[in-house]
């Protein structure tokens, strides 16, 4: 079932279903609502749990159910958010510092930009209680880990970090659509995403070296702001080496017989030549002599040949 016929039959449990109660500003009426679709989605994942291993034909179907159920009361926990809960645009605490209130309409934007700020910083303590207090608060687990993967990629120096982020992301987003991988395909999974993942990213962010404190993050910076610089002026025009038969100027060339530097591209062809260049020179560089270059194409003939002949 897609995402947008979840939808579609959710909106209809709450046309159809709660109706009086969507229309009603009685709070205790929208309470019990709530508690009704909270009740039937839990008797929904008892059903699932009992019967997954016996029908699983059957277990499909409640997935189903549970699923447009669970967009219901999230539907309507909306809507009674909005009709009973005012927003507040900001608070005072003792010390009088302005202070976001977690139901402004703000506060999804704020509380991760505090976020991004304190795994900065490496505040490990106050960047853990601001995960725990924007999951509490409705933001979904996968967008966290989104937001983790991006400060990973602003701030840290750590390929092992870069790994384990991205391996949370894309854990968050297969678990946030209900499908699983298995031996046999793609399955529907009922199973909640473990939260755990998401503190552990912030844990290890927090302590990580970052780009400010390695020699090798110091260059990259430099780097990039000079590109950026760079990326304002005249575009640079394309050198020689840079286009080949797989790029549109380089097919015009090569159709008016000028020879094409292959030495650099994808091909096959290209890889050879690398490793006859490699093996005669003991580095690859793009100013070789033309006696260089025939060298090296004559060496990575030779290679493809006797390749060929085993």
């Known amino acids: 079932m897609k995402k947008s016929e979840i939808k579609q039959q959710a909106s209809l449990i709450c046309q159809d279903i709660f109706g009086a109660v969507v229309r009603s500003n009685d709070k205790n009426l929208w309470k019990k609502a709530l508690k009704s679709t909270e009740k039937h989605i839990r008797k929904l994942q008892f059903e699932i749990n009992s019967m997954c291993q016996d029908n699983p034909n059957e277990t499909n179907d409640k997935l189903e159910n549970l699923y447009v159920w669970s967009e219901a009361r999230k539907m309507l926990t909306s809507k009674f958010g909005q009709k009973f809960i005012k927003h507040k645009t900001m608070q005072t605490n003792l010390f009088g510092e302005s202070v976001v209130d977690k139901f ?10 505090a976020l ?15 995960t725990a207090q924007a999951m ?14 991006i400060a990973v990629f602003e701030d840290c120096d750590d390929e092992q970090l870069f790994a384990f982020a991205s391996a949370v992301f894309g854990t968050m987003e297969a678990s946030s659509v209900g499908w699983t991988r298995k031996n046999s395909g793609w ?24 780009i400010w404190e390695t020699e090798r993050g110091k260059d990259y910076l430099q780097l990039l702001y000079q590109a950026e610089s760079q990326a304002k002026q005249a575009p640079l025009p394309f050198l020689a080496y840079e286009l080949d038969e797989h790029s549109a ?27 006859a260049e490699y093996d005669l020179f003991g580095e690859i560089k793009v100013d070789r002599k033309a006696k260089e270059v025939k060298q090296i194409q004559t060496k990575a003939e030779k290679i493809m040949l006797e390749l060929c002949k085993r």
């Open 104 to 113: 402004s309409k703000n506060y999804r934007s704020d509380v991760i930009s």
């Open 116 to 130: 991004h700020k304190n795994l900065r910083l490496g505040n490990v303590e106050r960047s853990l209680t601001l």
């Open 136 to 149: 509490h608060n409705g933001i979904s687990k996968s967008y966290l880990a989104r937001r983790l993967l």
């Open 187 to 210: 399955e529907k999974s009922y199973s909640q995403p473990d939260t755990n993942a998401i503190y552990m990213a912030v844990y290890r962010i927090c302590k990580a070296k970052k």
């Open 249 to 275: 100027t380089g097919k015009e060339w090569k159709k008016s017989g000028k020879e094409l530097e292959t030495r650099f591209s994808g091909s096959f062809i290209g890889n050879f030549q690398r490793i």
